[in-house]
Nanobody
Framework: QVHLVESGGGLVQRGGSLTLSCASS????????MGWYRQAPGKQRELVAA???????DYADSAKGRFTVSRDNLMNTVTLQMNGLEPEDTAVYYC??????????????WGQGTQVTVSS
């Protein structure tokens, strides 16, 4: 079991910056990937950025060059630094953790989400 809590969402002007943080607790030793997803009204939830325990990162095309995901060594926290924000980035952002255990396989855990709103 992994518990995730997001913070840092809010209202920002077009072109501004915002930093999201995700704090994890519970069985963190089993986490293999942590990342950020977002979901806008009427749209599917989509991956924004992810990072593995080894430090490998993955970004959505829309995030490349603008967003940076990072984590501490124990996956206690994962941070998403967002620069050059656009109204299209407006969505609820969810922290995600994927765990891998030999007995139960891979499972997903989610935070409650934090609202990011970018004004025109």
């Amino acid at each position: 079991q992994v518990h995730l809590v997001e913070s840092g969402g809010g209202l920002v002007q077009r072109g501004g910056s915002l930093t999201l943080s995700c704090a994890s607790s519970g069985n963190r030793a089993s986490i293999i990937v942590m990342g950020w997803y977002r979901q806008a009204p009427g749209k599917q939830r989509e991956l924004v950025a992810a990072v593995t325990t080894g430090g490998t990162t993955d970004y959505a095309d829309s995030a490349k060059g603008r967003f940076t995901v990072s984590r501490d060594n124990l996956m206690n926290t994962v941070t998403l630094q967002m620069n050059g924000l656009e109204p299209e980035d407006t969505a609820v952002y969810y922290c995600n953790a994927k765990t891998s255990m030999s007995t139960t396989g891979i499972h997903d855990f989610w935070g409650q989400g934090t609202q990011v709103t970018v004004s025109s």
